[in-house]
């Protein structure tokens, strides 16, 4: 006669969050591999944007660049238009796998969250969710504000054509507006604190056992980086609100 | 004065194999029938904890394809308290030239053992002790290794060659977890049922055999049995009978004393051995004492102020006012002499007003040669957790003071009597590990006991157990329905009861700690007559009062930590009284075992080999009434010779 | 010292559970937290009423039996330290200690802060080991594994699975545990042949009963042995490497 359980206890049937084949680890490997492409095309962005510097002409003239890249091979906005369906597709992914791995951590922590974190890694992985929630608004709100020119944008938006762009007064007109300038501002504090984390933990995620030396380097790099990002960026609506570039 | 009441049985014989010891398990072996691979899993048998001989014997088992059913009173298969085994793992592999050998390895055991075991057992031990390691390797235990790739050793108590293999301070742990995780493996293949939080409170006997067990499910205290074809007790020692000792706090003898209860025999009882580096008690709130590994002593020193009741800081002692007493009196052996001496010359010391510390109750180990010669790099590498444990526990740094330490009871020498198939007297019951009695004699060295619970579990339980199953092919085993299964959860259900219904008020670890006291002060260290006496007569005061004055809260049919404390208490007092009986009955010294009647005029131990060369296996007679039987021991390979240390 | 204990009192898995205020008077900086549960206990035995239930054995922070929450800190507030040896000196005198359980939702209560932890078993039974039999293991000598390379493996084998880690984990996830098992048993040449399946039956497994790593770093701090945090980038390593080599057990 028997008497308990055969196998070390019996598993609570778990709700399924997500797909089955979407693993934790392939979920988190697709998070760190577009968290890659966001951190460089971030940081390239923002080396776009410090050219508001050099004047009107340089800054535009990148914009219409970007949108002549590769012609003839590619219609004109061709390069472009490939560029936001693999950032869509990135972003897609991203949030798609976020929101997975969040419901499964809440649902596979139960019901007395984890009080009394300690440091600053885990206030930023913990913020992550919430981080990137803002993130995503500020993307729609930037794309709405600078890119399609609609909704939040400035009444006198301006598109660009082949002749020329004017991404330059655009973005002046945006920034003039103190409540905008300072949303901006606060964004990219956010995108510091998301990319700090995320950064890091992209290391981890790609399976790179490090020792603690290592780990603490990597740490100081992805904080670095996205400090360089943040700070390059906030100057600019600064600058524009200060009437030193206008 | 109490009357104890102890009559004669007749001799038993441990049936080992005539003829020279040495080569007795190989034809052992020879002789045992075998169970073939398409019948083995008709047989059921079960295998009670998961330590380093119940996973080890439970997954041998499995692995050949017997139908396993093996049981802890744990959360998990990992938690047995072999895991807290800190020094190392001895091997007779020989293969450095410090020139030891299978000969020299069962010497030191058995003289170790102050010739109070068997011979033969101990040269299956040194036989197998080889494939020990290499088994245990193999399934993940990360042993320590030299820079060129090799096992590394080390040297230990009692013994002048370096044998012990280990890894860090955690030697059981690695070897305990990796235990645990065969055993999972066949948990998950299927040969394997494992009971979690399953307590065994009896053994089911019919017809003179063991058919199975009862036991109390920890979690829903529903009471049930399993019977089988045989059954395997792998359920630790009962050092904890001294509350305050090296143990878990969880390790009891219930199991073994049940077994007793339905007339297994249970030998030398009275061999317990104090481990010298036990941190010493500091307060009366102190659960336990911890142990620290043995190991320490390859390059701590021990020593005392020279002058009693010295209170200078331990730095502030000049050199010259240092009495090392193990390095004085045993100059050949020094700081590794075997741990009953160590801890006897420890008790020595501390009784006559040289002890340190607060309380005046312990010795220093003192690592500031050791720091001076090797650097703290080394030292830490071999001792880093050690050090650490004791920082946390005490808030001293060894690096910087002494280490305190005291004798504290550690290891049970003795448990049921087994003979050389690792059965006992009652067919059908095997035993494994500290549960039972076997290779240690009257002390056991240090590292033989992972060695000893590796070599019962892997390698020689799963030979012995298939050539009684062999015996029963064909049998099923006993119907559940059974009148004796019936009797025996009753049995088990009226225990429960009567403690639960006893509504008295003082709570179980007040009678386990009064216990405690009287054991160290009757039955310690060192023993005699009228002190082991009064002992006896307290116990069964004590034992009285239990059964008027206890309370358990609760009832019997929840997860009661107090009704589970409460019954291995009850089984304590019996234990108790069993050993005091042991020690006076035995009018010898040997070993662990030291009567103050009879010792030298230096004060070593006096062995009596004329009248007690042999093994006392008690009997349970009614009404506390004690018969005691005698295997007589005889040695071909090893010479009796006194024990000299010096 | 004058504590008071706020502890968690659950009478079975089935029942709600609730906090239970004790004062708590004579209390010693030298007792362990453990020691502190017994002195209050012994009162309230004393006074008949049912004492707190809670796991402990060998109080010498080896056999990962015991795990207490204090004060939202799994097994204490000294980092890296089981509860059986966090002392009370941590604490002023006072201080309002809340004792929880471990918790997860892969931790059922049992009774008050004893949970069920079988879950870790699972992963263990799902690849835990190396497949080798009583008696068949190659000479331990024959195998050459450098000093550096068994320490390592020895730097992981340390956990000794009390489910703090999980505790810790604001996610609920199992990757230190899982990965000191993968990590150990890959840096040895034993737990070779059967790498990646175990990898990939391993990872299978957590999934099964624990939340996804999102690097907090929280595992490692509370760590009893401390495992480094390395081990949850093992997991992520051992499933990637299992992922390329598809077919093969190694």
Redesign the interface.
């Known amino acids: ?9 019996t ?2 049937p ?1 709700k399924q969050i997500g797909p089955r084949w979407l ?3 392939l ?3 697709i998070m760190a591999f577009t968290g890659i492409v966001f951190g460089v095309f971030v940081l390239v962005h923002m080396f776009g944007n410090l050219k508001v510097y050099l004047g009107p002409e340089h800054f535009n003239d990148y914009a219409l660049w970007l949108r002549t890249l590769l012609e003839p091979l590619l219609p004109y906005e061709g390069f472009l238009w490939l560029f936001r369906l693999f950032l869509l597709a990135c972003l897609a992914g991203h949030v798609y796998c976020a929101w997975v ?1 969040s419901a ?2 809440k ?13 600053f ?2 206030f930023t ?2 913020t ?1 969710p919430v981080t990137g929630i803002v993130l995503l608004l500020f993307i729609i709100f930037h794309l709405l504000d600078l890119t399609a020119g609609i909704g939040v944008a400035t009444e006198n938006f301006q598109h660009g054509s082949e002749a020329g762009s004017f991404a330059y007064q655009n973005l002046i007109a945006s920034f003039s507006r103190p409540a905008v300038a300072i949303f901006y501002l606060l964004a990219m504090v956010i995108l510091f604190l998301h990319l700090a ?1 995320g950064l ?2 992209t ?10 030396k290592a ?1 603490s380097t990597v740490m100081l790099l992805s904080g670095l980086f996205a400090l360089v990002v943040m700070l390059g960026n906030i100057t600019i609506p600064i600058a524009v609100l200060t009437g030193l570039v206008s | 004065m109490a009357d104890i009441n102890i009559s004669y049985g007749e001799d038993i014989s441990g049936h080992v194999p005539e003829g020279d010891p040495a080569t007795a398990w190989e034809r052992r072996r020879d002789d045992y029938k075998l169970v073939s691979p398409l019948n083995r899993r008709k047989f059921k048998v079960i295998v009670v904890g998961t330590g380093l001989a119940g996973a080890g014997c439970a997954a041998a088992l499995g692995e050949l394809g017997y139908n396993v059913s093996s049981y802890t009173f744990h959360d998990s298969s990992r938690r047995a308290h072999s895991v807290a085994a800190q020094g190392g793992i001895n091997s007779a592999r020989a293969r450095k030239v410090d020139n030891d050998s299978i000969h020299r390895f069962v010497k030191d055991t058995v003289k170790g053992g102050d010739f109070r075991g068997r011979e033969a057992d101990a040269f299956r031990l040194a036989e197998e002790s080889v494939r020990v390691i290499d088994h245990m390797n193999g399934i993940g235990a990360p042993f320590a290794r030299e820079y060129g790739g090799e096992l590394t050793t080390r040297s230990f108590g009692g013994v002048q060659v370096s044998r012990t293999y280990y890894t860090r301070g955690q030697t059981g742990q690695q070897l305990q977890v990796s235990a645990h995780r065969a055993l999972q493996r066949q948990v998950a293949a299927g040969t394997v049922n494992l009971h979690t939080h399953e307590e065994m409170l009896d053994l089911i006997v019919k017809d003179g055999r063991a058919v199975g067990i009862v036991t109390r499910n920890l979690r829903t205290g529903k009471i049930s049995a399993e019977t089988a074809h045989a059954v395997v007790l792998a359920t630790g020692g009962y050092g904890n009978v001294f509350h305050k000792s090296t143990l878990a706090k969880n390790s009891n003898c219930t199991a073994a004393w049940r077994a007793h209860r339905r007339g297994a025999y249970f030998a030398s009882p009275a061999y317990i051995q104090f481990h010298p580096t036990a941190l010493p008690i500091s307060s009366k709130f102190q659960s336990k004492t911890t142990l620290m590994s043995e190991s320490l002593r390859n390059d701590g020193r021990i020593w005392v102020p020279l002058t009693a009741g010295d209170t200078r800081a331990a730095n502030d002692i000049p050199e010259n006012e240092r009495d090392y007493y193990l390095e004085r009196k045993y100059p050949a052996f020094a700081n590794l002499t075997p741990r009953d001496i160590a801890s006897r010359a420890a008790r020595e010391q501390i009784e006559a007003g040289h002890g340190v510390g607060p309380l005046k109750n312990s010795v220093y180990l003192d690592f500031r040669d050791a720091k001076e010669r090797l650097g703290v790099k080394v030292l830490d590498e071999r001792y880093g957790n050690l050090f650490e444990m004791y920082r946390d526990a005490t808030g001293e740094d060894p690096h910087e003071v002494p280490m305190r330490i005291a004798p504290g009871a550690h290891f049970a020498m003795g448990g049921l009597w087994t003979d050389y198939d690792q059965m006992s007297n009652i067919p059908g019951l095997f035993v494994g590990g500290e549960a039972g009695w076997a290779y240690h004699g009257a002390n056991r060295l240090g590292a033989n006991s992972l060695l000893s619970a590796c070599v019962d579990g892997w390698f020689t339980l799963p030979y012995s157990v298939p050539h009684y199953l062999a015996e029963h092919l064909g049998e099923a085993p006993v119907d559940v329905a059974d009148d004796v299964v019936v009797q025996t959860l009753a049995d088990v259900q009226e225990r429960i009861d009567r403690l639960m219904n006893i509504r008295g008020t003082v709570p179980t670890d007040h009678f386990h700690a009064r216990l405690g006291e009287i054991l160290y002060e009757g039955c310690g260290v060192s023993r005699n007559d009228s002190k082991l006496r009064r002992a006896i007569e307290e116990i069964r005061e004590l034992r009285d009062e239990f059964y008027r004055e206890l309370f358990v809260p609760g009832t019997g049919e929840q997860f009661n930590q107090e009704l589970e404390r409460a019954g291995r208490v009850e089984d304590y007092l019996e234990l108790a009284e069993l050993m005091c009986v042991d020690a006076l009955d035995r009018k010898e010294s040997a070993g662990a075992h030291f009567r103050e009647e009879f010792q030298t005029d230096d004060g070593e131990a006096q062995r009596n080999d004329e009248e007690w060369c042999f093994v006392s296996a008690w009997e349970m007679g009614p009404d506390y009434s004690h018969i005691r039987h005698a295997e007589p021991l005889t040695f071909e390979a090893i010479e009796l010779q006194t024990r000299n240390y010096k | 010292m004058r504590l008071t204990i706020e502890v968690w009192r659950q009478e079975n898995p089935d029942v709600p559970g609730f906090f239970e205020e004790h004062a708590i008077e004579g209390a010693q900086e030298e007792m362990s937290l453990l020691e502190l549960i017994d002195y209050l206990n012994d009162h309230l035995v004393s006074e008949g009423r049912e004492p707190i239930a809670y796991d402990s054995d060998c109080r010498e922070g080896i056999c990962g039996t015991c795990g207490i929450t204090v004060n939202d800190q799994p097994h204490g507030p000294v980092p890296n330290t089981p509860s059986c040896r966090q002392h009370l000196r941590s604490f002023k005198d006072g201080q309002k200690l809340r004792l929880e359980p471990l918790r997860s939702a892969a931790f059922p209560v049992i009774r008050d802060l004893v949970v069920d932890r079988s879950a870790m078993d699972r992963v263990i039974q799902a690849g835990g080991f190396v497949a080798v039999d009583a008696g068949t293991a190659a000479d331990a000598d024959s195998m050459q594994i450098g000093h550096g390379r068994a320490e390592k493996a020895l730097d992981f084998a340390a956990c000794i699975g009390c489910g703090a880690c999980i505790a810790a984990c604001p996610n609920g996830a199992a990757n230190l545990f899982a990965g000191s098992v993968l990590n150990h048993l890959s840096t040895l040449p034993q737990g070779k042949p059967e790498r990646s399946k175990r990898a990939r039956s391993i990872i299978q497994e957590i999934d099964e009963s624990f939340g996804p790593c999102s690097v907090y770093g929280e595992c490692a701090v509370t760590c009893p042995a401390g495992i480094p945090l390395s081990a949850i980038a093992a997991v992520n390593r051992e499933r990637a490497r299992a992922a390329l080599r598809r077919g093969k057990d190694d």
């Open positions: 006669m028997s008497t308990t359980s055969v196998r070390a206890g598993r609570t778990q693993s934790n680890v979920a988190k490997y791995i499964r951590a649902a596979r922590r139960g019901k007395f969250a984890r009080k009394g974190l300690h440091g890694s885990s992985a913990r992550m984390h890091y933990a290391v981890n995620d790609f399976g790179i056992t490090l020792g603690q780990r």
